[in-house]
């Protein structure tokens, strides 16, 4: 039986799209990103992901991480991607990338990012004067003090950043 082949685009908000459409279906979704892994098939190179699916094979192109956390759920205890997946919330593990975009320890052993909208929201809550510092207020009321956002070490900022913006 011949594999049946998709391709897909993940875009810098984490949005999945296949031939122009965003695709908004939230169990689709979640089953797409629950298989999602950094594509070792050795076919297609430019789709830096695939989601198995039976005899289907997903492949899905992304700049940097596939991964991007879209909203914080309401209790503040998990981040959310894909549809509805929840990822464990921890603000003190929060880096920031070398394209200035903040980045949380995702599923894939690699960072997923803060969606801008996100970071927007959060930003009453940080201090940018000179550094990245979280306050423990609103979403980072867990921390015990104020907490300095450290750097992501040079092979996950590689892996997860946007392209062209690695120094």
Known sequence: MKTREYFY????????????????DVQFLNFFFRRLRRNDTGLYGEYNFVSPCGPE?????????????????TDGNSLIYGGSLPWRFEPAALLRGSDDQLYHPGP??????????LLLDW???????SQW??????????????????RLPRELDALACLPDSQS
């Open 57 to 73: 094979m997903n492949y899905a192109k992304s700049p940097g991480t596939a991964i991007v956390f879209r909203s914080l759920s």
């Open 108 to 117: 894939l052993q690699e960072p997923g990012r803060i969606a801008p909208r």
């Open 133 to 150: 510092i979280l306050l423990p207020q609103g979403p980072f009321q867990s921390l015990d003090a104020p907490h300095t956002v450290g």
């Open 9 to 24: 685009q993940i875009d810098a908000e984490g949005r999945l799209e296949h031939d122009g459409t965003v695709l908004s």
């Open 123 to 129: 930003a009453a809550h940080m201090d940018y004067d």
